[in-house]
T-cell receptor, first 113, second 115 residues
Framework: LAKTTQPISMDSYEGQEVNITCSHN???????ITWYQQFPSQGPRFIIQ???TKVTNEVASLFIPADRKSSTLSLPRVSLSDTAVYYCLVGPNYGGATNKLIFGTGTLLAVQP | GAVVSQHPSRVICKSGTSVKIECRSL??????MFWYRQFPKKSLMLMAT?????????EQGVEKDKFLINHASLTLSTLTVTSAHPEDSSFYIC???????????FGPGTRLTVL
């Protein structure tokens, strides 16, 4: 499974756009990139997933360059409630029913008023 | 989306006792579930893969005799921490996916405190 590297922490203010970059130099051809959000004392929550180029949903966008060696999670106009740890994971088949997920250190995003 | 539940949400027990944690997939069947452990301010660490109808697969360094996993049905996996000690105090989380092309969904976690 490809190893991922993220910043340990990031600070932001309410209303700003936040971009969290994840490096995954050893990503394999059949690997997908998935981001999860975790609040204290809760299980991780799926945010977004992609394979290449750009993916957007109601909460975030995911930018993946052509070489797929990195990806950027973009959170538009963050609020205090977006303060959480964000994990970038790389693995085959969407994570899937039989594919175990290996979590890295994650990025603690602190949003201030 | 798919829902995974855990019970209990928190448990406090005395050292030497055993504790059972349940993980259920509420609206889908899961032949495979995963168990993680998370210490304060640390990332999730995969403990084992729970397989319905067969033995669990444990990650390196995880004692299979201490952390007993039973996947009795397609919607239920249990993790039993046997002879618990204070160092087993942690946040235990399970996950499951409806299918091979679906993302994994996590339970809300169980906080175990061993006195």
């Amino acid at each position: 499974l490809a190893k991922t590297t993220q910043p340990i922490s990031m600070d932001s203010y309410e209303g700003q756009e936040v971009n969290i970059t994840c490096s995954h130099n050893n990503i394999a051809t059949n690997d997908y990139i998935t981001w999860y959000q975790q609040f204290p004392s809760q299980g991780p929550r799926f945010i977004i997933q992609g394979y290449k180029t750009k993916v957007t949903n109601e909460v975030a966008s995911l930018f993946i360059p052509a070489d797929r060696k990195s990806s950027t999670l973009s959170l538009p106009r963050v609020s205090l409630s977006d303060t959480a740890v964000y994990y970038c994971l790389v693995g085959p088949n969407y994570g899937g029913a039989t594919n175990k997920l290996i979590f890295g250190t994650g990025t603690l995003l602190a949003v201030q008023p | 989306g798919a829902v995974v539940s855990q019970h209990p949400s928190r448990v406090i027990c005395k050292s030497g006792t055993s504790v059972k944690i349940e993980c259920r997939s509420l609206d889908f069947q899961a032949t495979t579930m995963f168990w993680y452990r998370q210490f304060p301010k640390k990332s999730l660490m995969l403990m084992a893969t729970s397989n319905e109808g067969s033995k669990a697969t444990y990650e390196q360094g995880v004692e299979k005799d201490k952390f007993l996993i039973n996947h009795a049905s397609l919607t239920l996996s249990t993790l039993t921490v046997t002879s618990a000690h204070p160092e087993d105090s942690s946040f235990y989380i399970c996950s499951a996916s409806p299918g091979a092309q679906d993302t994994q969904y996590f339970g809300p976690g169980t906080r175990l405190t061993v006195l």
